[in-house]
């Protein structure tokens, strides 16, 4: 049985890995958008919010070329995950490359049980999406430190990192911004039905948090028994630096480095406590309208905030270990960790066309239609509904990545109509956002798949668009099918989804 799923696995990296470099997939999907949108022209549909006329936008005519040519740079610049990528290297590179990194996994993380360590990373990465998408270019590559620190398999790591940021994403201990915006847009979906209903940010609370403890556990089982163990065992490239096996010294924390790491400590308290200022006061200068912590520039600037707090920290650690002896070391390490982005910022530029050109054609927004109009047509009830309208979210979710655009999509035409059944919005919401998460790490169209190739070529260079699927698709089968059988068990058990939330209306 083993060898007959190894063989699917490596059939699925092979098939993957045979496929061209990301960059041309992603200009041969432009082309493709292109060519669909002109054989599609002629297709009108309504909006399923507001009804309006809504056409395929034909980009095979004048002013669809003209608009490529004309958006090129701002379609380049605008990729969300360029400039977040970017702007947190500046930190995170500070502290790798003076040494902060390794001293702190050395300290903190060696020698620690092997099972503690995959759910430490997978907990961190799912809670991480308090912090919004800075996670994703954050958790993955400290994930693979980890793990190479441990004499590990970094990919695994990487895997671990990037399942907890992405397939785990709607999941988390705490209310996080995801719940105040979904809750918006499920509130005035749900008003279609009852002008009185409302809907507030905890109403998935309960289910979210036991859905935190769910799928760390279920995926740290999976990453120690089924990936890493396919991955087999990791050797370092001639001239890599093997933290383990080859340099018996980085298993000891020198002096040297406890006084850097004490140093470190101090800044970041201090940095800390700054921010804190900012935040705590109900008329903090990083508060939102009316004291919001949720919607403020301490959530939206979290990027920028996480940067410095990296930069502190290395600075510190560097002054003081005098890995960081003059002005200059500091731009030349800031150039070392940008240098190895290369690849990542070429990759950008096409996949920033391919995505601007799928919205500006209209052909995710007639899918997803599609998809919706599908589903309300089965007249299925109960368990069965709820599975199929996961699974056709997650479909959906191949071609509409944003979690909010998709909700506002959808939330329209199901919250009403599973409110006619007797299922309450917020067991809806809930559901969806099982489907929302779970294929985000499988999906070529992900904004950050990109970052997650490149940081896996650093420790194989034949790692690629397969290498990457192949992995993460046994943590997104497992989180699938482990998070639909609690929503199930949910159900079945007529829990409260939150403070005030039920299943039934």
């Known amino acids: 049985m083993k060898q007959k799923e190894s063989r699917i696995w490596n059939g699925i990296e ?5 496929l061209p470099h990301p960059v041309y997939i992603f200009m041969i999907l432009t082309v493709v958008v292109f060519i669909v949108s002109a054989l599609c022209g002629d297709i009108v549909f309504p909006h399923p919010n507001t009804g309006e006329e809504q056409f395929i936008s034909n980009l095979m005519t004048k002013d669809g070329l003209t608009w490529l040519l004309q958006s090129m740079v701002s379609n380049f610049i605008n990729f969300m995950p360029l400039g977040m990528t970017l702007v947190a290297m500046l930190g995170i590179g500070i502290a790798e490359e003076t040494g902060l990194v390794t001293a702190l996994i050395k300290r903190s993380i060696v020698g620690a049980p092997r099972v503690l360590v995959t759910g430490i990373v997978l907990f961190v990465g799912i809670m991480g999406s308090l912090a919004g998408s800075a996670t994703f270019v954050i958790i993955p590559p400290l994930g693979a430190m980890v793990f190479k620190g441990m004499g ?36 005035t979906a749900a008003q279609i039905y009852d002008p009185n209903y409302l809907v507030n940010p905890s109403v ?33 490239e001639d001239g890599e630096e093997n933290i383990v096996s080859e340099d018996e010294r980085l298993k000891v924390v020198t002096e040297d480095e406890k006084a850097g790491m004490r140093w470190a400590l101090i800044a970041v308290i201090i940095y ?31 990027i920028p905030l996480m940067t410095l707090f990296f930069m502190v920290a290395g600075l510190a650690y560097g002054i003081r270990t005098k890995a960081i002896k003059k002005s200059a070391d500091v731009v030349n390490y800031w150039t070392k960790s940008m240098s190895g982005l290369a690849g990542f910022v070429v990759l950008c530029f096409f996949a920033g066309q391919f ?5 500006k054609s209209n052909l995710g927004l007639y899918l997803s239609v599609k998809g919706s109009e599908f589903l309300a047509e089965t007249n299925l009830t109960g368990i069965p509904l709820i599975i199929v309208f996961i699974v056709i979210t997650m479909l959906i979710n191949f071609m509409i990545g944003s979690a909010s655009a998709k909700w506002a999509l959808m939330a329209p035409i199901f919250v009403p109509m599973f409110m006619k059944i007797g299922f309450t919005p917020e067991f809806t919401q809930a559901a969806f956002r099982i489907a929302d998460s779970v294929t985000n ?22 790692s690629g668009l ?40």
Not at 273 to 290: F, H, K, M, Q, T
Request: glycine share 10%.
């Open 14 to 18: 092979r098939f993957g890995n045979k």
């Open 152 to 187: 590990r398999h970094p990919i695994a790591g990487l895997a671990a990192g990037f399942a907890g940021v992405a397939a785990g994403l709607s999941a988390n201990l705490l209310l996080t911004q995801t719940d105040v915006l979904l809750a918006g847009i499920t509130e």
């Open 204 to 236: 998935n609370w309960y289910f979210m948090a036991v859905s935190t403890i769910v799928l760390t556990l279920a995926g740290t089982l999976v990453i120690d028994k089924v990936v890493e163990p396919r991955l087999g065992e990791y050797h370092p």
């Open 466 to 505: 397969g290498s990457i699927i192949a992995t993460m698709l046994p943590l997104a089968l497992t989180f699938a099918i482990t998070w639909t059988l609690l929503i199930v068990v949910w159900y079945v058990l007529n829990l409260p989804l939150g403070p005030g939330a039920g299943i039934f209306m």
């Open 441 to 462: 790490s499988i999906s070529p169209l992900e904004p950050f798949m990109p970052f997650i190739i490149i940081t896996a070529i650093k420790y194989d260079k034949k």
């Open 355 to 359: 995505v601007q050109a799928f919205s």
């Open 272 to 302: 800390v406590a700054i921010v804190l200022v900012g935040v705590l006061p109900e008329n903090g200068i990083l508060r939102g309208e009316d004291g919001a912590v949720l919607q403020s520039p301490f959530m939206s600037g979290m």
